[in-house]
């Protein structure tokens, strides 16, 4: 079974503030397992479907776009964002319009962040410098063999 952890946090439990606006905003370390045969590449796409506020959800707010993740990978060191990612690995554009890693910065309450692997039976074309979210989902579309999910929540003080 593919699996995606995290050694900063559990599944359903608060994402430290060093992950987030509040703090370094660095990429949490994460890792996997269970890598189903034939898998090429990994793909990952952090978002939350909370904003602007989980009392009144109104979009979900794209936080890291990341693909072609060689499968001879199992993880992504804290802060692997912009500087220390896999060779071939490529970050697309988020909602904060910029490449690479935003962290959560909930305007209110507690949010959730689903952070989705997914295992792909093919690497990717390079998608392109201004890559989004719908881009990564369209060229994925029939290529993917497993996917896994961690979720963390955070609220600011």
Known sequence: MFVLESAAFQQGSAIPPRFTCD?????????????????KSIALIIDDPDAPDPAAPKRVWVHWVLYNVPATSAELP???????????AREGVNDGDHTGYDGPCPPKGRHRYFHKAYAL???LADLGAQARKADLERAMAGHVLAMAELVGTYARD
């Open 23 to 39: 703090d370094a905003n660095l990429s949490p370390p994460l890792r996997w397992r269970g890598l189903p045969a034939g898998t």
């Open 78 to 88: 804290e802060g692997a964002s912009g500087r220390r990612l896999p060779a071939g």
């Open 121 to 123: 039976d093919i690497v």
